[in-house]
């Protein structure tokens, strides 16, 4: 009977792990998003702006389905290579922490805002596409947010976010190349950390 | 008439005092130097005037009547688009443009409720800059411009001849004018309330954020979304 039991909640977990593996790319996205503003409308520590309680919840709902490696890289273009693995580790981190707290601050603000998700055109055996989403607000243009997304052994990952067209991701190369030029990798390390210290402050 | 008769006397010489001073680096930014120092003044003037007229006006302006005051605004521009998209060879959506002008200003009373987007004319968004680009014109040297911010010396001249067709221009009395056009601008201001703090939040440098990403969305523009793509992935 145990051994049975054992079986069975193997099965499911299998099954279970399989079906998350297999959602499309644009399911996850919808998913994810609508469990996040689900969070966020009803919870009134973040909408009075509680700057913990809406970094818990990108944690836990919004990061994993993140690759800030690859972010990281994208960012740095041909620098990344001439980097080393400790400064590259470095950089992820630094850039990571940036890249989560603009996003967190800008989810804050969410009001009124609805997504629209555009149809996805993925072929089954495509491992690199685009979800492409429109915000609208009342009173304002509406905004295309577009997630880029690789296929990974444990699932999709989101490597870019582009606004309005333009990549939130690559519109750093050029600030980053410069801030290389002037003190090399270690300088554009330094600089990372500085904002991410000063940005951290002003919002305590 | 002021702004116009003053643009007219300081474009022609900004842009002289501009081109004796290029400087190496960044290829697209060759004015970078003036540039920035322009743009330190126009911060300024949106940290201390502009923008706290912004947020004062979203607190106190309720959202449905913001709406209106956008939407009547918009109407105005979608003949401009309209007229854009057929000289960027869309009749189909130029005309749907004008057809959005009509139907916005009637049935949605001169402009104030976006009925057109209820029955499906979509809004397009389009300019001269965008249709010089068409056209094959590069953006050339970025510039920016005192008080209006970004910009290259391609929108510039397409800026130019929509400032010579606003229709706000036309309005005789002149408080009333100068009414409408400063609610025009802190109505445009107010939508960007969101979008200055992730700058804030996100960039290492304002400048230099700001100018590649203005960039990149106006060649992002003048594709309709299709921009060459150039394919680089470093990872690894």
């Known amino acids: 009977m145990k051994i049975l039991k054992t079986l069975l909640a193997l099965c499911m977990t299998v099954l279970a792990a399989q079906a998350l593996a297999q959602e499309t790319p644009d399911a996850l996205a919808r998913r994810v998003m609508n469990e996040v503003i689900a969070v966020v409308k009803s919870d009134p520590a973040i909408q009075a702006g509680d700057s913990r309680r809406i970094n818990e919840l990108v944690d836990a709902k919004v990061l994993p389905y993140f690759d800030f490696r690859h972010m990281t890289a994208l960012a740095m273009g041909r620098e990344w290579r001439a980097a080393t693995p400790a400064q590259r580790d470095a950089l992820t981190a630094e850039f990571r922490s940036l890249l989560v707290r603009t996003y967190s601050n800008a989810l804050s603000q969410y009001k009124n805002q609805t997504i629209d998700f555009k149809p996805l055109r993925m072929q089954a055996a495509d491992t690199d596409v685009i979800v492409r989403t429109e915000v609208r607000q009342p009173g304002a243009k509406p905004v295309s947010i577009d997630y880029q997304m690789d296929r990974q052994a444990d699932g999709w990952k989101v490597y870019d976010v582009m606004v309005a067209g333009v990549s939130l991701v690559t519109n750093y190369r050029e600030t980053f190349s410069q801030e290389i030029k002037a003190g090399g990798v270690d300088g554009l390390i330094k600089s990372l950390q500085a904002k991410n210290a000063q940005t951290g402050a002003n919002h305590k | ?236």
């Open chain 2, 1 to 236: 008439m002021v702004v116009r008769n003053t643009a007219r006397a300081i474009l022609p010489a900004l842009l002289a005092v501009l081109a004796g001073c290029a400087t190496t680096g960044n290829p697209a930014d060759p004015f970078e130097p003036v540039n920035r120092k322009i743009y330190a003044v126009n911060d300024t003037l949106d940290r201390y005037a502009l923008k706290p007229a912004a947020e004062g006006y979203r607190d106190v302006v309720p959202l449905p009547a913001r709406t209106n005051v956008s939407n009547f605004f918009g109407n105005i521009e979608d003949v401009w688009t309209g007229f854009n998209n057929l000289l960027q060879g869309k009749p189909r959506e130029g005309f749907s443009d004008f057809g959005r002008f009509a139907v916005n200003s009637t049935v949605g009373i001169l402009g104030f409720f976006d009925v057109a987007s209820d029955i499906g004319l979509d809004k397009h968004d389009e300019d001269l800059g965008q249709t010089l680009g068409r056209w094959g014109m590069g953006p050339g040297p970025y510039l920016m411009l005192p008080l209006f911010g970004p910009s290259t010396v391609r929108d510039t001249a397409g800026a130019i001849p929509r400032q010579l067709v606003d229709p706000v221009a036309s309005v005789e009395r002149i408080p009333v004018r100068n009414a409408v056009r400063g609610l025009r601008v802190v109505n445009g201001r107010a939508q960007l309330l969101g979008a200055d703090s992730a700058l804030d939040d996100a960039a290492l440098d304002r400048y230099s954020y700001l100018r590649d990403f203005y960039l990149k969305s106006r060649l992002n523009q003048v594709h309709d979304g299709n921009p060459p793509r150039e394919k680089d992935d470093y990872y690894e």
